[in-house]
């Protein structure tokens, strides 16, 4: 039986990432067979362009080049690993995926949710979440949680108006492509966050039984 796909998207700075090692550690403890990766990444290859394209020396990449790494790096990791995973039954949990690009690229970056979506049909090959889970925060809040970090990258250093402009990207696509989406409210407590994600994935879960 082909295993579910579950991504998590959001803001930078929204706890996509903290959820997510609270969720290994619960899908462990249930036996379920799962594994865990991250875009841009998740194969060898697809990790060497998430340092091309998160590196703070490079700042002077075009919109379009960033936006044909990132397609170019998914289409590895389904290729290599998501579709693999899949066809062995397992539930593959991605932090971020499609949504990311149309809103970081083609709301941010000016190049069009509808140009940046045909690269990203290409390199995915059919492939589309189960479920989504999307990490609603206020953008101010996530800046304040991003920004002062020490290791911030090249993206998480653009500045409010981008990633505002980010923002109402996934405002805007939440409308547009409301498919399997489910958002979870990232202003609670850890706790609660952690709480309604796992909700989610039960659900989805139960479905497939």
């Known amino acids: ?31 379920i067979e799962f594994i865990t990766t991250r875009e841009p990444g998740g194969t060898n290859i697809g990790e060497k362009i998430r340092h091309i394209i998160l590196d703070n020396n490079n700042t002077n990449m075009g919109g379009e080049t960033e936006a044909l790494l990132y397609a170019a ?7 290599e690993k998501i579709i693999p995973a899949l066809e062995d039954g397992k539930l593959v949990i991605c932090d971020r995926f499609t949504l990311s690009s149309l809103a970081y690229q083609g709301v941010g970056r000016d190049l069009g949710i509808e140009r940046v979506k045909y690269i990203n049909d290409f390199a995915i090959r059919g492939i589309y979440p189960d479920l989504i889970l999307f990490f609603h925060v206020n953008p101010e ?10 290791s911030a990258d090249r993206l998480e250093l653009e500045g409010n108006e981008f990633h505002k402009k980010v923002y109402d990207g996934y405002m805007e696509l939440l409308e547009m492509y409301p498919k399997n989406i489910k958002i979870i409210d990232a202003s609670k407590s850890i706790e609660e966050v952690f709480k309604q994600s796992i909700e989610e994935i039960e659900s989805l879960l139960e479905q497939g039984e």
């Open 141 to 150: 809040l996530t800046l304040e949680r991003k920004i002062g970090k020490v």
């Open 1 to 31: 039986m082909r295993g579910h796909f579950i991504t998590l998207e959001g803001p930078d700075g929204s706890g996509k990432s903290t959820i997510l090692k609270l969720i290994e550690n619960y899908l462990g403890d249930k036996g």
């Open 73 to 79: 790096a998914r289409a590895q990791h389904v290729h």
